[in-house]
């Protein structure tokens, strides 16, 4: 089994920074792609930030300039730094990463952290 373990949500107060962690452990796996996702109340959930194996990052254009999302191939670990914090960006946060073993595709996700950001 493949299992996400994040850390790193909370409160902070409107032009703050959190940092998120999801760190990916489990039997052998090649990851394909590690990001982050988010989901307000009411909302759908959303691709905040995303990078590829070849260290490509994707950034939603709500987040861009504010948020930098980096890897730790050696631990696994994808990291969202978020800077400049907005109400707006208060939702649950999902760590996401697809991994590909034997030879199939899968879609893995974290049990969520929530990020509040006060006005």
């Known amino acids: 089994q493949v299992q996400l373990v994040e850390s790193g949500g909370g409160l902070v107060q409107a032009g703050g920074s959190l940092r998120l962690s999801c760190a990916a452990s489990?039997?052998?796996?090649?990851?394909?792609?590690m990001g982050w996702f988010r989901q307000a109340s009411g909302e759908q959930r959303e691709l905040v930030a995303a990078?590829?194996?070849?260290?490509?990052?994707d950034y939603a254009d709500s987040v861009k300039g504010r948020f930098t999302i980096s890897r730790d191939n050696a631990k696994n670990t994808v990291y969202l730094q978020m800077n400049s914090l907005k109400p707006e960006d208060t939702a649950i946060y999902y760590c996401?990463?697809?991994?590909?073993?034997?030879?199939?595709?899968?879609?893995?996700w974290g049990q969520g952290t929530q990020v509040t950001v006060s006005s």
């Open positions: 996401n990463v697809i991994i590909r073993r034997l030879g199939i595709r899968t879609n893995i």
């Open positions: 489990g039997s052998f796996f090649s990851i394909v792609r």
């Open positions: 990078i590829t194996n070849d260290d490509i990052p």
